[in-house]
């Protein structure tokens, strides 16, 4: 595989409206011919006989069923509260009445 060229790595910055200077062209190319070198790599390993995996280990469902169980009353929710009122939390007003939304 070819090396990643410095006028690629500046048709990338144009296309990704990066601006880069002449430095950052070789600093960049040569990063992101490491990268692409990397992913090279794993395509070479991966093979047919392999299947495609989601996890490192086999998982199965780590999910618990969903039971109904009580909830709080309005009374026990509320009974923590400093103020309610009509079975909710009543709180300092933050916006004036003529404060459209």
């Not at 618990?64 to 009122?85: C, F, I, K, M, T």
């Amino acid at each position: 595989m070819a090396a990643i060229s410095r006028e690629e790595v500046a048709h990338l910055a144009r296309l990704s409206r990066l601006a880069v200077t002449e430095e950052e062209l070789d600093t960049f190319a040569g990063q992101l011919d490491v990268i692409l070198q990397s992913v090279a790599q794993v395509g070479e390993v991966a093979a047919a006989d392999i299947p495609p995996t989601s996890h490192s280990v086999p998982l199965t469902n780590v999910l618990r069923e969903d039971v109904v169980v009580p909830g709080l009353s309005p009374q026990e929710a509320l009974s923590g509260a400093p103020d309610a009122e009509e079975q909710r939390f009543r709180v300092p007003r933050i916006l004036d009445e003529d404060v459209a939304s």
